[in-house]
C-alpha cells in the first residue's frame, strides 16, 4: 500500500547562543598556554557553570569572553568567541564596547571604597563611556538596585560609601554597577567564595532571576552551587601537560548523574580537586 501522506517534516528549531566560544587558547606567558582550544557554546538566557580543580583554567576562561585576559601584560589568546554571531576578537572590535555588552562580576565584591552607593552604580557606565545625568541616572540607579534586590534596604543612604554595606550587599551592588550598563552576558567569576550562606543564596536566587532576561555564566567551585544554579555545565581540567582543557560540557543533570568521561565522574564524586 502506498502512503498517502508524506513524511511530516521535521523542523529542526536552532536557538542561537549568545556566546560560541571556538578553539580558544589563551597564554600568559611563554609557549605553555593556560587553556587550551576550548569550543563551547554559552546559551542565551540560561546559566552555564565552569567547573573544575583550582588551577584548571576557569578563571582564564571566563575572562576570555570579555576580552579581559588581554589586559595582563604579555597574555594573549588565539582563537574565536563570537557574540550574536560576532567575533568579539575581531580586530575592528573594540574592546571597551564588548565589556559593556559583556559584564564581569568577581570573586571578591569590589565596590569603589571612595565612592557612595548611588556613585557605583553609576561608575560602570562611566568607565564605559557612557554618560546619565540627573532623572535619568536617579532612574537608572533605582532601576539597577531593584533588580538585585538591593533597592529597599539603601534607598535611604545612596550617598553612604559602598564599603559600609554587607558583604552580601556589596555584591549585590556589583552585580548592579554590572546591571547598569545593560549587559547582554553577566560572568561571574566564584560570585559567592567570599560569602556567607545566607548571602550566597540570595544570590543564587538573584542569578534565576536575573536570567530571564541575560545570559549568565558562572565559574564556581562549589558543586552545589553549580548543580542548583546553572542549566548547563561545563568540566575543566589541566592533565599532566597542565594546560586547562574542557573535558566535558552538558545539561548540568546530565552532567551531574550520568558524566560521560571518567575524570568527570572522579572530579564531581569528590576523588580529586
Ligand atoms: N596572572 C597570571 N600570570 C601567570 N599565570 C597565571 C596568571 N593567572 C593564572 N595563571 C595560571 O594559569 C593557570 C590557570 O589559572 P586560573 O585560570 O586562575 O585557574 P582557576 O580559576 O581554575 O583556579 C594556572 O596555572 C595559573 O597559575
Ligand atoms: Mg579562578
Not at 87 to 103: A, L
Not at 145 to 172: F, H, I, N, P, T
Request: hydrophobic share 40%; net charge neutral.
Amino acid at each position: 500500500m502506498q502512503a498517502t501522506n508524506p513524511l511530516p517534516e521535521i523542523v529542526v528549531q536552532r536557538v542561537e547562543p549568545a556566546l560560541r566560544v571556538e578553539n580558544l587558547t589563551a597564554w600568559y606567558t611563554g609557549t605553555r598556554p593556560a587553556i587550551g582550544g576550548v569550543t563551547m557554546d554559552i546559551a542565551r538566557h540560561k546559566v552555564t557553570a565552569i567547573i573544575g580543580p583550582s588551577g584548571c583554567g576557569k578563571s582564564t576562561a571566563i575572562r576570555c569572553l570579555n576580552r579581559m585576559h588581554e589586559v595582563i601584560r604579555g597574555a594573549r589568546v588565539e582563537g574565536h568567541v563570537y557574540l550574536h554571531g560576532e567575533d568579539i576578537y575581531d580586530p575592528r572590535v573594540d574592546p571597551v564596547r564588548v565589556r559593556s555588552r559583556i559584564g564581569m562580576v568577581f570573586q571578591k565584591p569590589n565596590p569603589f571604597p571612595m565612592m557612595s552607593i548611588y556613585d557605583n552604580v553609576i561608575a560602570g557606565l562611566r568607565l564605559t563611556g557612557q554618560a546619565r545625568n540627573g532623572s535619568r541616572a536617579d532612574g537608572l540607579v533605582q532601576g539597577a538596585l531593584e533588580a538585585v534586590g538591593l533597592w529597599g534596604e539603601v534607598r535611604d543612604k545612596l550617598r553612604q560609601s559602598g564599603a559600609s554595606l554587607s558583604g552580601g550587599q556589596q555584591q549585590r551592588l556589583c552585580i548592579a554597577r554590572t546591571l547598569a550598563v545593560e549587559p547582554e552576558v553577566i560572568l561571574m567569576d566564584e560570585p559567592c567564595s567570599a560569602l556567607d550562606p545566607i548571602a550566597t543564596y540570595r544570590i543564587e536566587e538573584l542569578i534565576r532571576e536575573l536570567k530571564q532576561r541575560y545570559t549568565i555564566a558562572i565559574v564556581t567551585h562549589n558543586m552545589q552551587q553549580a548543580s542548583r544554579v546553572s542549566d548547563f555545565t561545563a568540566f575543566f581540567l589541566a592533565g599532566e601537560e597542565r594546560i586547562g582543557r574542557l573535558i566535558e560540557f552538558g545539561e548540568t543533570e546530565a552532567v551531574f548523574t550520568n558524566p560521560r568521561d571518567k575524570r568527570t565522574e572522579d572530579y564531581i564524586t569528590g576523588r580529586f580537586g
